[in-house]
């Protein structure tokens, strides 16, 4: 073949394969904190709706569960994204040395919850008088907290075993919850709960953040954000669009979630505010601050919860963030 004419072909060659190089996607799984529920559901919307696709990623959700440690499973390399609960583990990695950091914070609020019986309590001050049904995580964590700025006494609690009925027989009694859960069995049990909102408190810790591994950060930065980035956009588009194909894998992943379900939370998340509030209004969604990190870090320290001497700045990073990804997608008002 003359030179001129394989050098044509080898331009051809190269324009069709321009086309399937572009179509490579990076593969990329994420482990969630707990089974699939409304309260992931950006993360599912962004699979559903191709989202994820468009940033060049192909995206595994690993749902998380009672049995499954998907935390464990990030350290070892075997996914590349977690979603964690709050910002209390973060300051714990920092504190034992565990190479994570988190790149992005789903919730502005974290859902905690005190519920109590119409009538039994109007203020917060008011659950003071009641026994309160509280897990031994709580009891460690959001409890001391209550305990440091409240003045609420241990002497007052039960254990809460995840089960309303203890709650449900007794008036005099608060159970703790999550606003997008919680609430809505105990409606079905025909109680018409006071719902407290402990970030409404001033417990302000960030939640559902999402965390990668250190050296994720450092070699794949542009991974990181194109993840952040799709993954708001997938929250945009569930609160405030079509979230029916995200739902059905949601169902797919855990047969027991119900529409009923999922509608509720779906709107208690935008009733409250949970994912797109404060910073968010001019940030987008997954916002973060260094003063609102200071800020929970103290309460946590003032509270015996974290002690004084965590870097608690190395915990997370504002690299991704605050860039004001998806904010067209929010409807007028």
Same mark, same amino acid.
């Given at each position: 073949m003359p030179l001129t004419r394989r050098a044509f072909a080898? *331009?051809?060659? %190269?324009?069709?394969?321009?086309?399937? =190089?572009?179509?490579?996607?990076?593969?990329?799984?994420?482990?969630?904190?707990?089974?699939? !529920?409304?309260?992931?559901?950006?993360?599912?919307?962004?699979?559903?709706?191709?989202?994820?696709?468009?940033?060049?990623l192909d995206v595994t959700i690993v749902p998380g569960g009672p049995q499954v440690n998907n935390r464990m499973l990030l350290l070892a390399g075997k996914i590349d994204f977690f979603m964690s609960a709050n910002c209390l583990q973060a300051f714990d990695a920092v504190a034992q040395n565990i190479p994570t950091v988190a790149v992005a914070a789903s919730f502005q609020?974290?859902?905690?919850?005190l519920l109590a019986h119409p009538g039994a309590a109007e203020t917060f001050e008011d659950l003071k008088a009641l026994t309160l049904l509280v897990s031994s995580e709580g009891m460690q964590t959001y409890f001391k907290w209550m305990q440091a700025e409240f003045g609420f /006494?241990?002497?007052?609690?039960?254990?809460?075993?995840?089960?309303?009925?203890?709650?449900?027989?007794?008036?005099? *009694?608060?159970?703790?919850?999550?606003?997008?859960?919680?609430p809505f069995a105990v409606e079905k049990a025909g109680v018409k709960?006071?719902?407290?909102?402990? %970030?409404?408190?001033?417990?302000?810790?960030? /939640?559902?953040?999402?965390?990668? =591994?250190?050296?994720?950060?450092?070699?794949?930065?542009?991974?990181?954000? =194109?993840?952040?980035?799709?993954?708001?956009?997938?929250?945009?588009?569930?609160?405030?669009?079509?979230?029916? %194909?995200?739902? !059905?894998?949601? =169902?797919?992943?855990?047969?027991?979630?119900?529409?009923?379900l999922l509608a509720y939370s779906i709107g208690k998340m935008k009733d409250y505010g949970i994912v797109d509030s404060g910073d968010t209004l001019k940030d987008g969604i997954g916002a973060m601050n260094d003063a609102r990190m200071a800020s929970f870090f103290d309460k946590m320290v003032k509270a015996g919860v974290t002690k004084p001497n965590v870097d608690f700045r190395r915990s997370y990073t504002l690299q991704f963030v605050n860039k004001g990804v998806g904010l067209e997608l929010r409807p007028k008002k």
């Open positions: 080898a *331009s051809s060659l %190269a324009l069709l394969a321009a086309p399937a =190089r572009a179509q490579q996607l990076d593969k990329v799984s994420f482990g969630t904190n707990w089974v699939a !529920e409304a309260e992931h559901g950006g993360f599912y919307q962004a699979v559903a709706d191709g989202t994820y696709r468009k940033y060049g609020k974290d859902p905690q919850v /006494s241990a002497e007052k609690v039960k254990p809460y075993t995840f089960n309303p009925q203890p709650f449900l027989v007794d008036k005099k *009694s608060a159970m703790q919850g999550y606003v997008t859960s919680e709960p006071k719902i407290f909102l402990l %970030a409404d408190q001033g417990f302000n810790t960030y /939640s559902t953040l999402t965390e990668a =591994r250190r050296d994720t950060v450092e070699k794949r930065p542009d991974l990181v954000q =194109r993840f952040v980035d799709a993954s708001a956009i997938g929250w945009y588009n569930y609160l405030y669009g079509d979230s029916k %194909a995200a739902n !059905e894998l949601i =169902r797919k992943h855990n047969p027991e979630m119900s529409d009923e």
